[in-house]
C-alpha cells in the first residue's frame, strides 16, 4: 500500500511512494500542484536504462507533446556539484505510456491520489491559517488605534481612518465565509430594492456641489464636468437587471457599486471623488438608509473622506472586496420611516 509521510526536502514536500510488490520505494517530492520525480527515479520506477528514460524524455519535449519550460525544473542540492534536474508528472505519464509499463499506471493512480490529499490538507492548513491571522490582525488593530489615540498620536481625520479599518477587520471573518461560499443570509436583514436616482436629479445635486465650493475657492473649472456619457452609463450600471431580476440585489449594493464606479471609472474631468461621495450619500439619503436607528448619521464627514481614499487607493482586482467592505459598514443601516 502507497504511505504518506511528513518530510519536506529543499524543492518541496515529500511522500513516500512504496510499489503494490514492494519493491520500490521512492520519495516523490510535491510542489505546485504537481508531482516530481528525477531521471534516476524514473529508471527506478519503470525499470528501464537510463539512455532509454533519457531518449522518451528528449522526445516528449522535442515532439511538443510537453511545454519544457512549465514541466521541468532544476535545483541545487548541497550534495550535488551540480543542479538535479526534477520531470513533472506530466512527463513521468508520457514516458509511461511510451515504455508502455505496468508500474507506470499504479503509479499514475497513486499519484493521483496522493496529489488531492496533498492539496486538500494544504488548503485546510492556509484556510485555518487565514481565519488565526484574522483574529491576529484584528487585535494589532485595535492595540494600534487605542495607543495612537490615548497618546494623542493621530488627528481627527486619522482617527476616522483608524475607525474604518477597525469596522474592516471585525467583518474579517464574514469576508472569509463569502469567498468560501459559506456566507448565509441574514433573514433579519431588510432587503430593499433601491430607489434609482434620475440623471436630472444627479446632476442637479452636482452643480449645487460646485457652486458650494466655488465659492470657497474649492473647484476648478473642470469640476463635475461629464465626460460624453459617463454618468448616465454609470446611473444606468447599478440599476442593470439580468432575466428581470436587479443584477445588485439591495439599495446598499447599488449605493457601494455607485461610489466605486464614480471614484475608479473617472465619469468627471475633476471631483470624481468628492462626487463619488456625494452621489453615494445622495442615493442612501433618497432610500433612507443615511441614518442609523437612532437617528445619528451612519458616516461622519471624516469617515466617508477616509472610505473614498481606500476606494481610490484600491487595486482594481480588489473591487468586490472593496464592495463588501462598504456594505457592511452599512449593516446596522436601518431605513427610516
Not at 473647484?219 to 463635475?224: N, P, Q, R, V
Request: glycine fraction near 6%; proline fraction near 3%.
Amino acid at each position: 500500500m502507497p504511505k504518506n509521510n511528513k518530510k519536506n526536502n529543499e524543492f518541496g514536500d515529500v511522500a513516500l511512494y512504496q510499489s503494490p510488490d514492494g519493491d520500490i520505494q521512492l520519495d516523490v517530492t510535491l510542489k505546485g500542484e504537481t508531482i516530481w520525480l528525477t531521471q534516476e527515479q524514473m529508471v527506478t520506477l519503470f525499470g528501464r536504462d537510463r539512455s532509454v528514460i533519457s531518449r522518451h524524455i528528449r522526445n516528449v519535449f522535442s515532439e511538443a507533446e510537453l511545454d519544457e519550460k512549465s514541466n521541468l525544473q532544476k535545483m541545487q542540492f548541497a550534495f550535488s556539484d551540480k543542479p538535479v534536474t526534477f520531470y513533472s508528472l506530466d512527463v513521468i505519464i508520457s514516458v509511461g505510456y511510451r515504455i508502455k509499463s505496468n508500474r507506470g499506471t499504479q503509479f499514475r493512480i497513486w499519484a493521483t491520489r496522493t496529489l488531492k490529499e496533498h492539496l486538500i490538507r494544504g488548503y485546510t492548513l492556509n484556510e485555518r491559517r487565514l481565519a488565526e491571522q484574522g483574529v491576529e490582525i484584528g487585535q494589532v488593530i485595535e492595540l494600534l488605534s487605542r495607543t495612537l489615540t490615548n497618546h494623542a498620536f493621530v488627528t481627527e481625520e486619522g482617527r476616522d481612518v483608524l475607525d474604518v479599518v477597525q469596522q474592516y477587520t471585525r467583518v474579517w471573518r464574514l469576508l472569509l465565509e463569502y469567498d468560501e461560499d459559506r456566507l448565509t443570509e441574514n433573514p433579519a436583514r431588510p432587503i430593499i430594492p433601491g430607489e434609482a436616482l434620475s440623471l436630472e436629479t444627479t446632476r442637479k445635486a452636482i452643480a449645487g456641489l460646485r457652486y458650494m465650493l466655488a465659492t470657497r475657492g474649492q473647484a476648478t473649472s473642470l469640476f463635475g464636468h461629464e465626460r460624453e456619457d459617463a454618468l448616465d452609463r454609470v446611473l444606468c450600471a447599478i440599476e442593470q437587471t439580468f432575466g428581470g431580476e436587479p443584477l445588485y440585489s439591495s439599495a446598499q449594493i447599488k449605493a457601494a457599486h455607485l461610489l466605486y464606479f464614480v471614484i475608479k471609472d473617472h465619469p468627471f474631468s475633476d471631483g470624481n471623488k468628492r462626487i463619488g461621495t456625494l452621489l453615494f450619500l445622495e442615493y442612501l439619503k433618497n432610500n433612507r438608509l443615511l441614518f442609523k436607528s437612532d437617528g445619528s448619521p451612519r458616516l461622519s464627514d471624516n469617515a466617508m473622506v477616509a472610505l473614498a481614499l481606500l476606494v481610490a487607493e484600491s487595486d482594481p482586482v480588489q473591487k468586490d472586496l472593496m464592495i463588501r467592505l462598504i456594505v457592511n459598514l452599512l449593516e446596522d443601516t436601518i431605513p427610516m420611516e
